[in-house]
Nanobody, 121 residues
Framework: QVQLVESGGGLVQAGGSLKLSCAAS????????MGWYRQAPGKQRELVAI???????NCADSVKGRFTISRDNAKKTVYLQMNSLKPEDTAVYSC???????????????WGEGTLVTVSS
């Protein structure tokens, strides 16, 4: 089984910065991709950013130029550096991982519990 442990959420003023982290642990064979989704009240969950094992990244247009996703393969950890935060960035941010384990065939999707980011005006 795989567990995703998130940290870094909290309250920040508009224009400020936060850095989220998500560490994967368990019987992991390979981490194919990790990233972040978010869901604001009354809205659907949306992709924020994702990074593959090869280093390719994809970010939502709304966060390009402000957010940066990175990874530490040795630590099986993904980071999301969030700068110039806006009130509309307020949401629950959930870590996503596409991981192959030693227990089952193929890779599966895993989700963290989510961490709340609140940006005040």
């Amino acid at each position: 089984q795989v567990q995703l442990v998130e940290s870094g959420g909290g309250l920040v003023q508009a224009g400020g910065s936060l850095k989220l982290s998500c560490a994967a642990s368990g019987s992991i064979s390979s981490v194919n991709a990790m990233g972040w989704y978010r869901q604001a009240p009354g809205k659907q969950r949306e992709l924020v950013a994702i990074i593959t094992s090869g280093g390719s990244t994809n970010c939502a247009d709304s966060v390009k130029g402000r957010f940066t996703i990175s990874r530490d393969n040795a630590k099986k950890t993904v980071y999301l550096q969030m700068n110039s935060l806006k009130p509309e960035d307020t949401a629950v941010y959930s870590c996503y991982a596409y991981i192959a384990t030693t227990m089952v065939r193929g890779a599966r999707e895993y989700w963290g519990e989510g961490t709340l980011v609140t940006v005040s005006s």
